[in-house]
């Protein structure tokens, strides 16, 4: 696991699951999975932009794009470029 | 043929008696909601009908024929009796889209308890004001959700039991848990249906307001008359339908229509426990060969966005009747469900005080894309001046959508507050709260809110609620709560803050006081947006003037600010 992926994996563990037991991976499915639905995305969105000094469009900002920490990860690496 | 058939001739003469005599109920019988959408649908020579197909993550599916659901809910009524819970007892239901969450519900009615859907995203300081307020006994849970629980048990001394359907192992489990699984359980053939009668307080469902706390919005059994007349009226939904209603029974809609409309006209419902995905929408429709999508302006605008493309990769064909609620339906989104299903979303229009549909658009009825439709039959709907409180008569003129009192869903109260349900009547009318024009051939428009709540997502949040929690951040001096426009859910919390000296205006604080918002209220409640100021526009006496910051977010005029503090 990289960096981007250890460092997303801790924040949505830490934030979005609430359930101390429950573990997740890098493909664990987020927003199909119900770990963060269309609302909280929001508000993980703005972490990647804090953190990675980038602007994620609205357009790009999709469920499916959000849906596990590796998708994540490749649109991060996409607008870091 | 439509079930409604002619909207004109319905309405003529309509009596709620129709509705009775469907159901076999004469005034005074015992009516039991538990009953009538189970054992009723038995002993109807359906027991070996399909009632549900539940579908969750990674494809896992489960079916329970009406037999099924009539045992389970009879298992988890016996459950419930067997822990002390009695009649007019308040027994929350904390749960995802589970099939504990419907059957428990059923269960729940069946021995005379009252039930109290919470939404499971739910914070645990909106968990913590609504079981306080309404003194509940037990709850049903997922073990993901009990940490929250265990949050607030100490300021819960009502909460005798908090019932685990999901437990690892009975020693995970702590002071006042329970494991109950369903599936394990022994079904029970046999339970004493509770002899609830017309008034019997049946479903306690919360929702905000403008000020103070959220209210109980208290229904009653009799309900059961209106949900099963809409249901077939309004959903049209018959015998051979396979039904999809995609609302979270923590809300009205949910309870309402995913299961007291469905299953008390003895139709097969479909539900799939996943966030929201396009593809996986279309997937599901197409695998279960769903008839009959009642869903929300928001999920439909969220599919317009995923585009055509996806729509075509599905097969959607045995799609027949389309019907939409939550907020207004956008015409646009009319006019691409007739493009690509080659149907048109039906609008309709209620409220969780309503019970069930008030305003909609019928099958067989000519649509007018943005329009919520027309009265149902028995529901007399005008929209009254704001200052007389009298019906307008003029086509065209804006005014206070308002209702005759007396439909068998009618709320009954709020919960342990009178004095405020009292106020939701003027002129003998009962105030929706919202505002809508009507046009020259009866047609209701909606124009908006007539107070401050917030409509985001078809889900009503109290401004004042999401102030009171931004004060309990340590970096909160003020702040001010309000709606933005937002193409997806109409419009969504926006919130404008005051830092106290020390803090910095910056965008971790911003994303450190959504967080904060969301864990504590809901993600719905959490402001999508912060503006940072350094103070908020007052009155002369102090008093925060949301309508100005209201008035800026969606560019329109900021009408009279005499009494400006800074004027």
Same mark, same amino acid.
């Given at each position: 696991?990289?960096?981007?992926?250890?460092?997303?994996?801790?924040?949505?563990?830490?934030?979005? %699951?609430?359930?101390?037991?429950?573990?997740?991976?890098?493909?664990?499915? %987020?927003?199909?999975?119900?770990?963060?639905?269309?609302?909280?995305?929001?508000? %993980?969105?703005?972490? %990647?932009?804090?953190k990675y000094g980038i602007s994620i469009p609205d357009d790009k900002a999709t469920p499916e794009a959000f849906d596990t920490v590796n998708k994540i990860c490749t649109l991060v690496r996409e607008f870091k470029k | 043929m439509s079930n409604i058939g002619s909207y004109d001739a319905r309405v003529k003469g309509f009596d709620w008696?129709?509705?009775?005599?469907?159901?076999?109920?004469?005034?005074?019988?015992?009516?039991?909601?538990?009953?009538?959408?189970?054992?009723?649908?038995?002993?109807?020579?359906?027991?070996?009908?399909?009632?549900?197909?539940?579908?969750?993550?990674?494809?896992?599916?489960?079916?329970?024929?009406?037999?099924?659901?009539?045992?389970?809910?009879?298992?988890?009524?016996?459950?419930?009796?067997?822990?002390?819970?009695?009649?007019?007892?308040?027994?929350?239901?904390?749960?995802?889209?589970?099939?504990? !969450?419907?059957?428990?519900?059923?269960?729940?009615?069946?021995?005379?308890?009252?039930?109290?859907?919470?939404?499971?995203?739910?914070?645990?300081?909106?968990?913590?004001?609504?079981?306080?307020?309404?003194?509940?006994?037990?709850?049903?849970?997922?073990?993901?959700?009990?940490?929250?629980v265990r949050k607030i048990l100490d300021k819960l001394p009502a909460l005798k039991h908090i019932i685990v359907v999901d437990a690892d192992a009975p020693q995970a489990l702590k002071e006042r848990e329970i494991s109950f699984n369903l599936a394990q359980a022994a079904p029970v053939e046999h339970l004493d249906i509770h002899p609830?009668?017309?008034?019997?307080?049946?479903?306690?469902?919360?929702?905000?307001?403008?000020?103070?706390?959220?209210?109980?919005?208290?229904?009653?059994?009799?309900?059961?008359?209106?949900?099963?007349?809409?249901?077939?009226?309004?959903?049209?939904?018959?015998?051979?339908?396979?039904?999809?209603?995609?609302?979270?029974?923590?809300?009205?809609?949910?309870?309402?229509?995913?299961?007291?409309?469905?299953?008390?006209?003895?139709?097969?419902?479909?539900? !799939?426990?996943?966030?929201?995905?396009?593809?996986?929408?279309?997937k599901f429709i197409a695998k279960h060969k769903v008839t009959v999508w009642y869903s929300a302006p928001t999920a439909i605008r969220s599919l317009m966005k995923a585009g055509e493309e996806i729509v075509k990769k599905h097969d959607h064909s045995s799609l027949r009747h389309l019907v939409s609620v939550g907020e207004p339906l *956008?015409?646009?989104?009319?006019?691409?469900?007739?493009?690509?299903?080659?149907?048109?979303?039906?609008?309709?229009?209620?409220?969780?005080?309503?019970?069930?549909?008030?305003?909609?658009?019928?099958?067989?009825?000519?649509?007018?894309?943005?329009?919520?439709?027309?009265?149902?039959?028995?529901?007399?709907?005008?929209? !009254?001046?704001?200052?007389?409180?009298?019906?307008?008569?003029?086509?065209?003129?804006?005014?206070?959508?308002?209702?005759?009192?007396?439909?068998?869903?009618?709320?009954?109260?709020?919960?342990?507050?009178?004095?405020?349900?009292?106020?939701?009547?003027?002129?003998?009318?009962?105030?929706?709260?919202?505002?809508?024009?009507?046009?020259?051939?009866?047609?209701?428009?909606?124009?908006?809110?007539?107070?401050?709540?917030?409509?985001?997502?078809?889900?009503?949040?109290?401004?004042?609620?999401?102030?009171?929690?931004?004060?309990?951040?340590?970096?909160?001096?003020?702040?001010?709560?309000?709606?933005?426009?937002?193409?997806? *859910?109409?419009?969504?919390?926006?919130?404008?803050?005051?830092?106290?000296?020390?803090?910095?205006?910056?965008?971790?604080?911003? !994303?450190?006081?959504?967080?904060?918002?969301?864990?504590?209220?809901?993600?719905?409640?959490?402001?999508?947006?912060?503006?940072?100021?350094?103070?908020?526009?007052?009155?002369?006496?102090?008093?925060?003037?949301?309508?100005?910051?209201?008035?800026?977010?969606?560019?329109?005029?900021?009408?009279?600010?005499?009494?400006?503090?800074?004027?």
């Amino acid at each position: 696991m990289d960096d981007m992926q250890k460092i997303i994996l801790e924040y949505v563990t830490r934030e979005y %699951l609430e359930d101390d037991s429950q573990t997740i991976n890098p493909d664990t499915p %987020l927003i199909s999975g119900g770990i963060v639905d269309s609302f909280s995305m929001v508000s %993980l969105k703005r972490f %990647l932009e804090n953190k990675y000094g980038i602007s994620i469009p609205d357009d790009k900002a999709t469920p499916e794009a959000f849906d596990t920490v590796n998708k994540i990860c490749t649109l991060v690496r996409e607008f870091k470029k | 043929m439509s079930n409604i058939g002619s909207y004109d001739a319905r309405v003529k003469g309509f009596d709620w008696s129709v509705s009775e005599q469907e159901l076999g109920y004469k005034k005074g019988d015992v009516i039991n909601i538990g009953w009538y959408c189970t054992d009723r649908i038995c002993q109807l020579g359906k027991a070996d009908k399909l009632a549900l197909i539940w579908e969750g993550q990674g494809g896992k599916e489960k079916r329970y024929t009406f037999n099924d659901i009539r045992l389970a809910t009879n298992t988890i009524g016996a459950f419930l009796k067997g822990l002390g819970i009695k009649p007019g007892d308040r027994v929350c239901l904390f749960l995802d889209k589970v099939p504990e !969450l419907y059957l428990g519900f059923l269960g729940i009615l069946k021995i005379g308890a009252i039930v109290q859907p919470l939404f499971s995203a739910f914070g645990d300081e909106s968990l913590h004001v609504r079981l306080d307020n309404a003194e509940t006994t037990a709850m049903i849970t997922q073990k993901k959700h009990v940490a929250k629980v265990r949050k607030i048990l100490d300021k819960l001394p009502a909460l005798k039991h908090i019932i685990v359907v999901d437990a690892d192992a009975p020693q995970a489990l702590k002071e006042r848990e329970i494991s109950f699984n369903l599936a394990q359980a022994a079904p029970v053939e046999h339970l004493d249906i509770h002899p609830t009668l017309a008034e019997t307080p049946s479903v306690l469902h919360y929702t905000s307001g403008t000020t103070g706390m959220p209210k109980g919005v208290q229904h009653v059994h009799y309900s059961l008359i209106s949900q099963y007349l809409t249901a077939k009226w309004v959903l049209d939904l018959k015998d051979d339908d396979i039904y999809w209603c995609t609302a979270d029974p923590g809300w009205v809609t949910g309870t309402s229509y995913g299961i007291i409309g469905a299953w008390a006209t003895g139709t097969t419902q479909c539900v !799939l426990d996943l966030g929201f995905m396009a593809e996986a929408w279309y997937k599901f429709i197409a695998k279960h060969k769903v008839t009959v999508w009642y869903s929300a302006p928001t999920a439909i605008r969220s599919l317009m966005k995923a585009g055509e493309e996806i729509v075509k990769k599905h097969d959607h064909s045995s799609l027949r009747h389309l019907v939409s609620v939550g907020e207004p339906l *956008n015409p646009e989104a009319v006019i691409w469900s007739e493009k690509v299903f080659g149907l048109a979303f039906h609008d309709s229009y209620w409220q969780t005080e309503t019970g069930s549909i008030m305003i909609s658009n019928y099958p067989g009825m000519k649509i007018k894309p943005g329009s919520m439709g027309k009265a149902f039959p028995g529901i007399t709907a005008v929209v !009254l001046d704001p200052d007389k409180y009298e019906p307008i008569a003029e086509p065209g003129r804006i005014g206070l959508i308002a209702l005759e009192p007396g439909w068998p869903s009618m709320m009954r109260t709020y919960w342990k507050n009178e004095a405020t349900y009292r106020n939701k009547f003027k002129n003998g009318w009962y105030l929706t709260g919202d505002r809508a024009r009507i046009d020259n051939e009866g047609y209701f428009w909606f124009v908006g809110r007539d107070d401050d709540v917030i409509n985001t997502g078809g889900h009503l949040v109290s401004p004042f609620e999401v102030e009171s929690a931004l004060l309990e951040h340590e970096a909160v001096a003020e702040s001010a709560v309000v709606s933005k426009p937002d193409e997806i *859910n109409m419009e969504v919390v926006k919130a404008f803050v005051a830092l106290k000296p020390g803090f910095a205006a910056n965008p971790d604080t911003e !994303l450190a006081i959504m967080n904060f918002i969301r864990k504590k209220l809901s993600p719905l409640a959490m402001p999508q947006e912060i503006e940072f100021v350094d103070s908020l526009p007052k009155t002369r006496s102090g008093k925060i003037m949301r309508r100005v910051l209201h008035a800026k977010e969606w560019g329109q005029d900021i009408g009279d600010t005499s009494t400006l503090e800074n004027d």
